[in-house]
């Protein structure tokens, strides 16, 4: 069975930092993409950041130079490095699978079709 576990959010001051994880298991990870994306309530979803199975990688420019996504097949988990955190980056943070392999990076919600569950991210003084 197709599932993913994030991990890591929490509250943490501005200008701090947090590691996401996303652990998949029910298949393959290598050969697929992985998005990270963030939800806030009353707000649209919105594609924060890819990685593609070859490790080419795409970031939202509102996290440029903050955010790092980065993967480690063996322990079937991509991570997400959240540094420099703002106030507007509160969030649930989700992860997602295209449903074919073999994709490059994308940021679009629609070319994901498995989600995880989320983790809460909450950036405050």
């Known amino acids: 069975q197709l599932q993913f576990v994030e991990s890591g959010g929490g509250l943490v001051q501005p200008g701090g930092s947090l590691r996401l994880s996303c652990t998949a298991s029910g298949f393959t990870l290598d050969e697929y993409t992985i998005g990270w994306f963030r939800q806030v309530p009353g707000k649209e979803r919105e594609g924060v950041s890819s990685i593609s199975s070859s490790g080419s990688t795409e970031y939202a420019d509102s996290v440029k130079g903050r955010f790092t996504i980065s993967r480690d097949n063996a322990k079937k988990t991509v991570y997400l490095q959240m540094n420099s955190l703002k106030p507007e980056d509160t969030a649930v943070y989700l992860c997602?699978?295209?449903?074919?392999?073999?994709?490059?990076?994308?940021?679009?919600?629609?070319?994901?079709?498995?989600w995880g569950q989320g983790t809460q991210a909450t950036v405050s003084s």
């Open positions: 997602a699978r295209p449903r074919h392999r073999g994709w490059g990076t994308t940021l679009r919600v629609k070319d994901y079709d498995y």
